[in-house]
């Protein structure tokens, strides 16, 4: 199965930062890379599939891409609605495979 | 919209299955483009997507190979509604598990709230 590694773990910041959260997978993956947001006590909720493509209905201060072999979930200013854990999932081999997640503290 | 309702027992002793049901509304479990997926989250394992069933014409099943030998997802097309069967079950199988659906390309658009089972004697 491939390894989908994400960094940091937890990560403190202020309303109105940026925030990058970055995902490896163990082997190439292509653009098949979706990301996910989970507030305490809820199911995940779908943000980004395709690498970079938002679901409807999804700010737009989140954003994907790809650089090289990592990808990266971007929160352009912060607000204090985005504190939850964020899971990178990727979809194109068998067994589909998450990361570990990144938990988001507000400062 | 589709609405995703979970249902089955909070806990199962060692040895025993398994067993959940989510009901599906505002869509049909034989619509050709979904599936309908099964996946847990325990604080050990992170999130695990167990298996799915989907409909191209018949039906069709893919289940994780961490659970290959011991998991059952059925369609119920009179009740609009899927289910999961976990044979032998052990401790390690204690965690939170969501019915999911989406595309069939394998990314889940629409959740259940989730249920806790917890494995013990």
């Known amino acids: 199965d491939i390894q989908m590694t994400q960094s940091p773990s937890t990560l403190s910041a202020s309303v109105g930062d940026r925030v990058t959260i970055t995902c490896r997978p163990s082997q190439s993956i292509g653009r098949w890379l979706a990301w996910y947001q989970q507030k305490p006590g809820k199911a995940p909720k779908l943000l980004i599939y395709?690498?970079?493509i938002l679901e409807s209905g999804v700010p737009s201060r989140f954003s994907g891409s790809e650089s090289g072999t990592a990808f990266t979930l971007t929160i352009s200013g912060l607000q204090p609605d985005d504190l939850a854990t964020y899971y990178c999932?990727?979809?194109?081999?068998?067994?589909?495979?998450f990361g570990q997640g990144t938990m988001v503290e507000i400062k | 919209q589709v609405q995703l309702q979970q249902s089955g027992p909070g806990l199962v002793k060692p040895s025993q299955s398994l067993s959940l049901t989510c009901v599906i509304s505002?869509?049909?479990?034989?619509?050709?483009?979904?599936?309908w997926n099964w996946i847990r989250q325990s604080p050990s394992r992170g999130l695990e997507w167990l298996g799915r069933?989907?409909?191209?014409?018949?039906?069709?099943?893919d289940y994780s190979t961490s659970v290959k030998s011991r998991i059952t997802i059925d369609p119920d097309t009179s009740k609009n509604q899927f289910s999961l069967r976990l044979s032998s079950v052990t401790p390690e199988d204690t965690a939170v598990y969501y019915c999911a659906s989406g595309p069939v390309t394998g990314i889940f658009d629409s959740w259940g709230r989730g249920t806790l089972v917890t494995v013990s004697s």
């Open positions: 505002g869509d049909s479990v034989s619509n050709n483009s979904a599936a």
């Open positions: 999932q990727q979809y194109h081999s068998w067994t589909w495979t």
């Open positions: 069933t989907y409909y191209r014409s018949k039906w069709y099943n």
């Open positions: 395709m690498t970079s």
